[in-house]
Nanobody, 126 residues
């Protein structure tokens, strides 16, 4: 059974940082697409960042230069380092992995990946 468990969310002031983790079990994710997606209240899901099996990385325009996606293949864990957080970054952040090796684009990763975590809340205040 594949399980993804996110952690590291919380409340932070604008300009602060958080590091999200996603521990994956039941699935060797390092050779597959892995991604972070978020959902703000009243909004549709947004792709945030993705990493392919060949370490190719993509970011949504709104996080470029502020967020960094990475993974630890040995620990089977995905990370999202978030710096210079803005109020608009407040959302539930989900990690997801796919059986494929390469991630689709930022729009399609919001619906097409195979396995999802339950999400972790990030709240940014002024």
């Amino acid at each position: 059974q594949v399980q993804l468990v996110e952690s590291g969310g919380g409340s932070v002031q604008s300009g602060g940082s958080l590091r999200l983790s996603c521990a994956i079990s039941g699935f060797r994710s390092s050779t597959h697409c892995m991604a972070w997606v978020r959902r703000s209240p009243g909004m549709v899901r947004e792709g945030v960042a993705s990493i392919n099996s060949d370490d190719g990385i993509a970011y949504a325009d709104f996080v470029k230069g502020r967020f960094t996606i990475s993974r630890d293949s040995t620990a089977n864990t995905l990370y999202l380092q978030m710096n210079n957080l803005e109020i608009e970054d407040s959302a539930v952040y989900y990690c997801a992995v796919d059986r494929g090796s390469f991630c689709p684009n930022m729009r399609r990763i919001t619906t097409e990946l195979n396995y999802w975590g339950q999400g972790t809340q990030v709240t940014v205040s002024s």
